[in-house]
């Protein structure tokens, strides 16, 4: 069990990392002060950062609240503008697999933390990188059935 989470830990950790780097690609192109979106973007990463930290000690009360800020951060009014400006399904995509991370920490299900975890990480590089919300990632990271 444990050495299978710290395989998970590391592909996440890995996940996180690359998310990092394409973020800061695109934070490199201006260095103006940072708006409200960038702010909330940082915010996000050090959720996301923390919500790996709590799967890794296996702390749920760190990994549900960790994931309800992320739905937090989802719902945030300036978020819903980049959202509905032209990041649509990414957005949706983004805010059900965290609400999925919070249900799966209530339930104390390390696992299913992990894979929607994951979802939540693909939904950041996706919305990144523009690519299409299709069933791709759904069929690589396959979600536990919500009860
Ligand atoms: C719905 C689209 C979308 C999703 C989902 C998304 N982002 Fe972003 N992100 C953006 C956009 C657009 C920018 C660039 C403009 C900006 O900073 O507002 C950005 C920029 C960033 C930046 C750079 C901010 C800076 O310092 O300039 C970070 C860090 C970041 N995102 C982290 C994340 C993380 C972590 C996740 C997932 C937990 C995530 N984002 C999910 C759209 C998204």
Redesign the pocket.
């Known amino acids: 069990m444990k050495s299978v989470l710290i395989k998970l830990g590391v592909v996440v950790g890995l996940a996180?990392g690359a998310?990092?780097l394409t973020?800061?690609n695109?934070?490199a192109q201006d260095s103006e002060p940072?708006?409200e979106?960038?702010v909330?973007?940082?915010e996000?990463?050090e959720?996301?950062q923390l919500l790996l930290e709590g799967i890794a000690r296996e702390d749920f009360a760190v990994i549900q609240h960790s994931a309800e800020e992320?739905e937090r951060l989802s719902i945030d009014a300036q978020w819903m503008h980049?959202?509905s400006a032209e990041?649509g399904d990414?957005?949706v995509?983004?805010r059900t697999a965290v609400k999925r991370t919070a249900k799966m920490a209530r339930e104390k299900n390390v696992e299913g933390v992990t894979m929607s975890f994951m979802q939540?990480?693909m939904?950041?590089v996706?919305?990144?990188q523009g690519t299409p919300a299709s069933g791709e990632v759904a069929m690589l990271f396959p979600q536990p059935a919500v009860r």
């Open positions: 996180i998310v990092a973020a800061m695109t934070a940072p708006d979106h960038t909330a973007m940082r996000k990463l959720q996301a992320l980049i959202e990041y990414y957005g995509q983004f939540v990480i939904s950041c996706q919305c990144h």
